[in-house]
């Protein structure tokens, strides 16, 4: 089990979306910003069908967890129903390897 990199969700305007989780963590460990002396360029990744995807939890002030889903390649389908008091919302994701 790992957790994939940060992401940011626009959370401004209600309706339904989606997001490829599977792409965003590719995108960010298969570049990296910096890293180590030695380091290889970009960080060892799994492949999309080698993970299982959860959302361990969703703000249920902002987003509909009840029609929350994903797909077998790491497609998270959301709704926002409210938008954040702050300007901040929490969602988090986590993979675990088959």
Avoid: C, H, W
């Avoid at 002396?37 to 993970?51: E, H, M, N």
């Avoid at 938008?83 to 901040?88: F, G, H, K, L, S």
């Amino acid at each position: 089990m790992f957790y994939p990199p940060s992401i940011a969700i626009d959370a401004s305007s209600n309706g339904t979306f989606s997001l490829d989780l599977y792409q965003e963590y590719i995108n960010q460990y298969g570049s990296p910003t910096v890293g180590s002396a030695g380091a290889p360029a970009a960080i060892p990744t799994y492949g999309r069908t080698d993970l299982y995807y959860y959302v361990t939890y969703a703000d249920p002030t902002v987003f509909d967890t009840g029609s929350m889903t994903i797909d077998a390649n790491g497609n998270l389908s959301y709704t926002v129903q409210a938008q954040p008091a702050d300007y901040n919302a929490l969602i988090n994701v986590v993979f675990v390897v088959k």
